[in-house]
């Protein structure tokens, strides 16, 4: 790429053709932190139980990782590394939907992670980078895209306002739907809780998956509303849909990623999701990510596509 050339964004789908992505960096994350620091129950858990990953396990699931998407010929970028930052989760720093780059309104404690992909941005046409209104809260985890639908993990004003977990609000939703008129956006609330990660459910990619080009995973405990989980399901059809357990949303199964509608990314540890990938006729590159895991987020987590065909 020319240094007067622009990346010409492309996300229609979470399963066409990868052709660029942004992938989280596992360099100098710092130490281990200490409770108050952790913004999602997984962490407390861990940093709790003297279990939370080191610096070099992190560093070897994604670059296992890294060797998956260069097998397919994906071009990888990365954020500039800001020393003892986490900076592990590019998925929640922004989206593309479209032709067009939105910035995330994250949470207080992660906004020194959206300076490290400037030098992105900055490849990318000033027309085509939208910043959020400064009230429409948004992380990209809870951002989704099925067809001609947007959905969005979004808090009410009462859970939003309750719980440290809650990223993304309802004039997050209203923000997209003005903006991306041609889409069906819908909001979907998820339970919430900062302290049991067994009952949280962080993101939305935490609960809810599309896969290859009609189906999908989904874990329907995870949605207080349970008129949504009829909605999917009237959508897809239910003999489209894999249906996981709490314990299997809790250990991230849906946080899988697609290279394309026939190959997926999953962990080594989900044999009953893998074989049913596989009886559907998708490729599934296995890949150990459990030690990542515990920090709350999985392989779709720790990327940000720019271009999928």
Request: aromatic share 8%; net charge negative.
């Given at each position: 790429m020319n240094s007067n050339s622009k990346i010409s964004l492309s996300v229609n789908s979470e399963t066409g053709f990868l052709k660029s992505v942004v992938l989280g960096t596992p360099n100098n994350i710092g130490s281990v932190p200490n409770i108050k620091e952790c913004f999602d129950p997984s962490s407390i858990y861990h940093?709790?139980?003297?279990?939370?990953?080191s610096e070099i396990d992190i560093y070897k699931e994604m670059t296992d990782f890294l060797e998956v998407l260069n097998k397919y010929n994906v071009k990888v970028l990365r954020p500039e590394n800001i020393p003892?930052?986490?900076?592990?989760f590019a998925r929640d720093l922004g989206f593309v939907l479209q032709d067009t780059f939105l910035i995330s309104n994250i949470i207080e404690n992660r906004a020194n992670e959206i300076p490290a992909i400037q030098h992105i941005l900055s490849q990318i046409s000033s027309k085509k980078v939208l910043k959020i209104d400064s009230k429409a809260k948004i992380e990209g985890g809870d951002v989704t895209i099925f067809k001609d639908h947007v959905f969005i993990g979004a808090s009410n004003p009462t859970d939003f306002n309750k719980y440290k977990v809650a990223r993304t609000n309802f004039e997050a939703v209203d923000f997209i739907k003005n903006n991306f008129p041609n889409k069906k956006v819908m909001g979907f609330e998820l339970f919430k809780s900062d302290n049991d990660k067994n009952e949280n459910t962080l993101?939305?990619?935490?609960?809810?998956?599309?896969?290859?080009?009609?189906?999908?995973?989904?874990?329907?405990?995870?949605?207080?509303?349970k008129s949504d989980v009829v909605y999917l399901e009237e959508l897809i059809g239910k003999s489209n849909l894999f249906y996981i357990s709490k314990d299997e949303k809790n250990n991230m199964y849906s946080n899988i990623f697609s290279i394309s509608p026939k190959v997926v990314i999953s962990d080594s540890r989900f044999s009953r999701l893998n074989s049913w990938l596989q009886q559907?006729?998708?490729?599934v590159e296995e890949v150990n990510y459990s030690e990542i895991s515990k920090m709350g987020g999985l392989f779709r987590c720790s990327t940000l596509p720019l271009i999928r065909e």
């Open positions: 940093v709790d139980n003297n279990s939370y990953p003892n930052l986490n900076q592990v993101h939305l990619d935490c609960c809810f998956q599309p896969v290859s080009k009609d189906l999908a995973i989904i874990a329907p405990d995870s949605f207080k509303n559907k006729d998708i490729l």
